[in-house]
């Protein structure tokens, strides 16, 4: 499952969402915001989402993610509009039965969504808000 | 018997994301579409047209017709929602 939300993202709801009788591990990455980049200091982030094509593309990922791995629940959830530093941006969460497929699963399914998910990231510095190079899409 | 679609104009929806929607100003631009075998070639030619700014970027772009990234040559309906999608960066 993949949410996109404005609201601050609640990482003990994301557990809950993914935790299964069946499972023994869970696996979570969480992403937030950092305060520089290439020598500028971030004082904040703006994200923004084509919600629609994002939303297919992580099915697809997600399908993927359930052909290589034995994976129980899958949830990620990325946040949109203005961000604090420090607060969280992205939060994928994994259930499986081992610890070695959510691991795998996790970190696959983070990097697809830097690659693949039509989000788009602007850092504001104090010298101006500047989008930060990405990945063009299928590429 | 004339359906009264037929008799309005139709106009294509294109969105704007990211750098490209700063660009161009506009979260989404509607464009008279000419059906019935207008292709995706012309309707960025069009745009490119209205919107100098965009044709002048250096922001490399794909293109996407109902979320599914589209070769040129695709050919484009009245309802289909077209997309510039500039480097995505989530996470």
């Given at each position: 499952?993949?949410?996109?939300?404005?609201?601050?993202?609640?990482?003990?709801?994301?557990?809950?969402?993914v935790?299964?009788?069946?499972?023994g591990?869970?696996?979570?990455?969480?992403g937030?915001v950092?305060?520089?980049?290439?020598g500028?200091?971030?004082?904040?982030?703006?994200?923004?989402?084509?919600?629609?094509?994002a939303?297919?593309?992580?099915e697809e990922?997600?399908?993927q993610?359930k052909?290589?791995?034995?994976?129980?629940?899958?949830?990620?959830?990325?946040?949109?509009?203005?961000?604090?530093?420090?607060?969280?941006?992205?939060?994928?969460?994994?259930?499986?039965?081992?610890?070695?497929?959510a691991?795998?699963?996790?970190?696959?399914?983070?990097e697809?969504?830097?690659?693949?998910?039509?989000?788009?990231?602007?850092?504001?510095?104090?010298?101006?808000?500047?989008?930060?190079k990405g990945?063009?899409?299928?590429? | 018997?004339?359906?009264e679609?037929?008799?309005?104009?139709?106009?294509?929806?294109?969105k704007?994301?990211?750098?490209?929607?700063?660009?161009?100003?506009?979260?989404?631009?509607?464009?008279?579409?000419?059906?019935?075998?207008?292709?995706?070639?012309e309707v960025?030619?069009?745009?490119?047209?209205?919107?100098?700014?965009l044709?002048?970027?250096?922001?490399?772009y794909?293109?996407?017709?109902?979320?599914k990234i589209?070769?040129?040559?695709?050919?484009?309906?009245?309802?289909?929602?077209?997309?510039f999608?500039?480097?995505?960066?989530g996470?």
């Open positions: 499952m993949f949410l996109i939300t404005k609201k601050p993202i609640d990482i003990s709801r994301v557990i809950e969402g935790r299964d009788k069946s499972s591990a869970i696996a979570l990455f969480v937030t950092r305060d520089g980049g290439k500028q200091v971030v004082v904040g982030m703006y994200y923004e989402s084509y919600d629609k094509m939303k297919l593309i992580l990922i997600e399908n993610v052909l290589k791995w034995k994976v129980s629940k899958f949830l990620v959830v990325h946040r949109i509009g203005n961000l604090n530093i420090a607060d969280i941006s992205v939060a994928v969460a994994i259930s499986a039965r081992h610890r070695k497929e691991f795998g699963a996790c970190k696959y399914t983070m697809a969504i830097k690659r693949k998910v039509p989000i788009w990231k602007k850092e504001v510095t104090a010298d101006g808000s500047f989008w930060v990945h063009l899409l299928g590429g | 018997m004339v359906q679609d037929q008799l309005s104009v139709k106009r294509l929806r294109v704007l994301f990211g750098n490209l929607r700063e660009i161009v100003g506009k979260k989404e631009i509607r464009i008279k579409f000419n059906p019935p075998d207008m292709s995706l070639s960025i030619s069009i745009i490119l047209e209205y919107y100098p700014n044709s002048r970027t250096t922001v490399p794909i293109v996407s017709i109902n979320q589209a070769t040129k040559s695709a050919k484009i309906n009245a309802n289909d929602e077209v997309a999608l500039p480097p995505v960066s996470g």
